[in-house]
């Protein structure tokens, strides 16, 4: 094929479409990389290499360990995730469950309720969630108590959404067998429904957790004091203060700890995905998930 | 017989709805105190007054007292005054964005979605990716990479061009910062759209004597309309609240965004929370077109996974 040929049809061989494809993942993710490999530099600068060292993250003055602004951001955010994760996501279930079984007066009000949050801006909800803290519900103090609020506030939608396609796609049949053979609703619910809904019900646990930890706007308003300030809060506070490579370090973390709550979601779909025999893999799943 | 099979029937079905009203209610009573009353408390703090000693905002719950003079402020800054540059300053970064993004995004979530043949879950991951890392980590990313010393600054230096100072008060680098960092959002729904198509319509245009190209224009392109519209629904929401990206990238009046006068009036002062509050109202209803066809396509996927 000649060059004129190729520009003329360039759907035809997706060569062109393959490089662009290329270039775009790569200006995506080396970026990120970079400021990965720079957590571990051995020197103080973030852009000129000096040597493989954990400096950043353990033994330095300024390090994730040893400086307490960086180390009380990760124990606020894993303390905000875990204690998100342990409301939002049983919240969540229930109301998926019981939005799509209960039919009648109320049900159609309550569905609009829940998607509201989903597509509401951050900063509309960040605002309203800090003025409702500040002039009406004063008892709550700014800090965790707040974001805890907040973060489960907008988790619970998520949780929803994610529940609610496997109820779906589960059906009423195998609850409607169980209570014919004689199991009374709640154990057709405890010993058949349950159990269907348990990939759903872990992912919901990991997405709530990987969900918290990465939030920025909700912490940020609803912070009180440095106690409260989470990672992102705090990346945000640090980077423009030229700030030495253990923020990069903290950010890794950050990273890290995402990636294994979003694995564990994933395993879990795949693991559902398998069972059923379905061909769809799991990160295909969570593509097809996303609204 | 049979109207007692009913009855028996429509009481199980009574007495179920009372088990599932039960199950809602937990998350229905949480959305109403945490997220209808704070949005009841934006507008009674934008109706309400300020405290003349704590010069504190004082809101109006009560309806029938609203005094709606913080929205006479803010109209009144936003055609002819500060606020109004700063509104249209925020229409031109985010529509200049949203477009780069569909212009970069369309070709890689086209590719990725009808175009790969082989490991296709790898190229799907390779997109996935970002989801997954902190905004504000790639943001730190590019504050590294365009400080001072940073990479950006070496790697023009080798061309002979002088040390630019990119993190404060440009436009370009906060329109780009808003693409890198919204644009994964807006290829994940454009794949699906994308990889849904049925190939055997695009087979039988091609079967018809269409040309690839024209397939492509005719077929393709039209059906992934609605991947489009969803994605930038989904990335115009945020944008137009962002108050993050253009702080971080640039820090200066010059590139200010609605979404920072909301933060500086609600975060970094305590007497003009009521103008705050009427701009986030006022920013809301200037995004309702946008978050009512969202809710429409949710409810519609919703719909459809039910039936």
């Known amino acids: 094929m000649t060059i004129k040929a190729r520009l003329a049809n360039p759907w035809g061989r997706p060569r062109f479409l393959r490089i662009a494809t290329l270039i775009y993942i790569a200006w995506s993710l080396i970026p990120v990389l970079i400021a990965i490999q720079f957590s571990f530099n051995a020197g103080r600068s973030r852009s000129t290499w000096q040597g493989f060292s954990l400096r950043w993250y353990l033994y330095d003055a300024g390090s994730v360990l040893k400086d307490d602004s960086l180390l009380l951001a990760l124990v606020q955010s894993l303390r905000l995730a875990a204690l998100t994760m342990l409301v939002a996501a049983p919240i969540g279930i229930a109301l998926a469950i019981g939005l799509a079984r209960w039919r009648g007066r109320g049900v159609k009000a309550a569905s609009f309720l829940m998607l509201i949050p989903l597509v509401t801006p951050e900063i509309v909800m960040g605002v309203a969630l800090f003025l409702v803290f500040a002039n009406l519900y004063d008892f709550v103090a700014f800090g965790t108590w707040a974001q805890f609020l907040g973060h489960v506030t907008f988790s619970i939608s998520f949780v929803v959404i994610i529940v609610r396609g496997r109820l779906f796609a589960i059906g009423r049949d195998y609850e409607e067998a169980a209570m014919d053979l004689g199991a009374s609703p709640f154990e057709a619910m405890r010993r058949v429904l349950l159990p269907m809904l348990a990939p759903a019900i872990v992912a919901s646990f990991a997405i709530v957790f990987a969900l918290s930890i990465d939030d920025f706007v909700i912490s940020q308003f609803l912070a009180g004091g440095a106690s409260s300030i989470t990672i992102p809060v705090r990346l945000y506070s640090g980077a423009r203060l030229a700030p030495p490579p253990s923020l990069n370090a903290l950010a890794t973390l950050l990273l890290v700890t995402t990636m294994l709550a979003v694995g564990s979601a994933g395993w879990a779909t795949r693991r559902y995905n398998r069972r059923d025999g379905g061909s769809e893999s799991a990160v295909q799943a969570v593509a097809h998930f996303e609204i | ?307």
């Open chain 2, 1 to 307: 017989m049979a109207s007692n099979l009913q009855s028996a029937e429509t009481e199980a079905v009574g007495q179920k709805t009372w088990i599932w009203q039960a199950f809602a209610m937990p998350g229905v009573v949480w959305l109403i105190v945490l997220f209808v009353v704070p949005f009841y408390a934006v507008i009674s703090v934008a109706m309400g007054d300020i405290d003349p000693i704590f010069l504190k905002p004082q809101p109006e719950w009560n309806p029938l007292a609203w005094d709606p003079s913080a929205f006479g402020a803010v109209f009144g800054d936003l055609f002819g005054g500060q606020l109004g540059k700063i509104a249209v300053r925020t229409m031109g970064y985010v529509a200049s964005a949203s477009l780069l993004c569909v212009a970069i995004g369309y070709p890689v979530a086209y590719f990725v979605a009808r175009r790969v043949e082989k490991h296709k879950a790898l190229w799907l991951l390779a997109l996935l990716a970002p989801f997954w890392i902190n905004y504000l980590m790639r943001m730190l990313a590019w504050v590294n990479l365009l400080s001072p010393d940073g990479w950006v600054n070496k790697a023009i230096a080798l061309f002979g061009f002088p040390e630019q100072n990119w993190l404060s008060g440009r436009a370009i680098v906060v329109i780009l910062g808003l693409v890198y960092g919204y644009i994964p959002y807006f290829i994940l729904p454009l794949y699906a759209a994308l990889d849904r198509i049925d190939t055997q319509v695009i087979e039988a245009a091609k079967d018809l004597g269409a040309s690839p190209r024209q397939a492509f224009l005719r077929v393709t392109a039209p059906m992934s309309k609605q991947g489009v519209l969803a994605g930038l629904v989904i990335i115009m929401l945020p944008m137009f609240g962002d108050y993050y990206t253009p702080n971080l990238l640039s820090g200066s009046p010059r590139t200010r965004m609605i979404g920072n006068q909301i933060d500086q009036f609600i975060n970094q002062t305590t007497s003009q929370g009521g103008q705050g509050a009427a701009l986030t109202l006022v920013l809301m209803a200037f995004v309702a077109i946008l978050m009512v066809y969202y809710l429409i396509n949710i409810s519609r996927v919703t719909q459809k996974a039910r039936e």
